[in-house]
């Protein structure tokens, strides 16, 4: 059983110790990089008046971004389940 490891991140100049699987380590960096990143592009952008305001605004728009790819996913995997089974009924077809 591997044992979790406690791993310091920033996020928006504030510092977390955060417990995790070791193989989900490289996930939280590269996830609170890219967080870090856009609270600094939306710090240039607009004249939030606190960093709250501008995680809020962060956590909105990456939220919005994950229901629409569980959508497309959703979408597709039922594309190609249909077109799955007209596969498969055209096999059977064939073998008949």
Do not use: C, G, W
């Amino acid at each position: 059983m591997e044992k979790n490891l406690n791993i310091s991140v920033f996020l928006a100049e504030r510092k977390y110790t955060v417990s995790v699987k070791p193989e989900e380590e490289p996930y939280v960096r590269e996830a609170s990089e890219y967080i870090n990143k856009q609270v600094k592009e939306m710090s240039v952008k607009f004249a939030f008046k606190d960093r709250q305001d501008i995680v809020s605004m962060v956590a909105l728009i990456n939220t919005i971004k994950m229901l629409e790819l569980e959508i497309n996913h959703k979408f597709f995997s039922n594309e190609f389940l249909v077109r799955l089974n007209e596969l498969q009924l055209t096999i059977d077809k064939e073998l008949q």
